[in-house]
């Protein structure tokens, strides 16, 4: 678990090809790896990977096909500039919401503008997840945690302050830029929660309107 408090960027190094998946290896920057051992989580661009090597400056992670298909991940190149958090201890501050960093989606940046000292940011959202997003909840961008000021459809909208665009790699974004979006925990458990006995029946696709109407719900 991670809580989407950015706390350093790193870089990628290399990425090695591994029979079909891959290994990344990241200069892990101004992240703290002293208390790190092989086999703990490191959020990468907001995606949970295992350490299985540690160096003195970075770290290497294998990035599986699956990981490979649905982040974007599998765009990176080496110099890349990435999001890093280590995994969520109990004494950790839970200064963001709690992040999984288990990608959901790719989303699309549709428009960049200036508001003040912040960006004010609109992403398109694969139309799966457009039911997760509400307005003042919480969404991961490539692992940052932020709030959602509007939304119309599968488009949301996000203000980004001073402070996060330049800890974070938000900083660099360009429309059309593709980002790794996971949706708040809460909204996905409540979603499986609201089928009750139904659940073990569902396809997993989601909530409806015939289902809710059928089940006596609307």
Request: charged share 20%; with cysteine.
């Amino acid at each position: 678990m991670f809580t989407g408090i950015i706390e350093a960027i790193g870089r990628v190094e290399a990425l090695e090809d591994r029979g079909g998946d891959q290994r990344i290896r990241v200069d892990a920057g101004a992240l703290d790896l002293s208390q790190v051992s092989l086999g703990d989580s490191i959020a990468v661009n907001g995606v949970c990977l295992t350490a299985v090597e540690l160096t003195a400056r970075g770290f290497a992670a294998d990035v599986s096909r699956e990981s490979l298909s649905l982040t974007t991940l599998g765009k990176l190149s080496a110099g890349a500039r990435v999001n890093l958090e280590q995994a969520l201890r109990l004494s950790t501050p839970l200064g963001g919401h709690l992040v999984s960093g288990h990608v959901d989606g790719v989303g699309t940046l549709l428009e960049v503008r200036e508001d003040a000292r912040s960006w004010r940011l609109q992403i398109h959202a694969p139309g799966e997840l457009a039911r997760y997003i509400a307005v003042k909840g919480s969404i991961c961008i490539d692992g940052t945690s932020l709030t959602i000021n509007k939304v119309k459809g599968a488009v949301f909208e996000l203000n980004i302050v001073p402070h996060t665009l330049s800890a974070t790699i938000i900083g660099e974004y360009r429309v059309g830029t593709q980002v790794n979006l996971e949706v708040d925990l809460i909204a996905r458990y409540l979603e499986r929660l609201l089928l009750g006995e139904q659940a073990a029946e569902h396809s997993g696709a989601g909530l409806t309107e015939e289902f809710l109407r059928r089940h006596g719900f609307a």
